[in-house]
């Protein structure tokens, strides 16, 4: 009786330890332990003691879950646990606007098709519909793509 009482407190620490440790080893490793315990109690104590022992092991799998999902997240310890905060940055610079839309550009790169363009004195990375164009070349933005600007070479009047 003394093993099964072990392992069945082993089994409700380790399960309490799995709250705070990163992993899942300390709840796996909690489990077994409750698992064996209820098997042990089946192989000692009969069928009546073992489905005890198993009910009990539910019950405390139950309530360590209950604690932890439910009310931890809930009390001041777990708000404290938590990270709270939020990034409000980006990681990338916003895509050019609608209103460069018909602006005129200069090629900073070759474009073939794909390279870098300055409109208004900023550098956008641009895709040219003709297939390709020499640094220099004076090009106007003819549409947007998700992340670029969409060039055609400029028709001289």
């Not at 399960?15 to 042990?40: C, D, F, N, S, T």
């Not at 003709?130 to 090009?139: F, K, N, V």
């Amino acid at each position: 009786m003394t093993v099964i009482i072990l392992l069945f407190v082993t089994g409700a620490l380790l399960l309490a330890a799995e709250i705070v440790l990163p992993g899942a080893i300390a709840g796996i490793m909690g489990g077994v332990a409750l698992a064996a315990g209820a098997v042990m109690a089946f192989v000692d104590y009969g069928s009546g003691v073992g489905l005890l022992a198993t009910l009990g092991a539910f019950l405390l799998l139950g309530l360590m879950l209950y604690v932890e999902l439910v009310w931890l997240p809930r009390s001041r310890l777990g708000r404290s646990l938590v990270v709270q905060s939020a990034v409000d940055g980006v990681s990338q610079p916003p895509v050019a606007a609608d209103s460069v839309v018909g602006s005129a550009a200069t090629a900073l790169t070759p474009l073939a098709p794909s390279g870098f363009v300055e409109i208004a004195g900023r550098r956008y990375e641009a895709f040219c519909r003709s297939g390709h164009a020499a640094a220099g070349t004076a090009l106007t933005v003819v549409g947007l793509d998700n992340f670029r600007v969409i060039v055609s070479e400029s028709k001289l009047p």
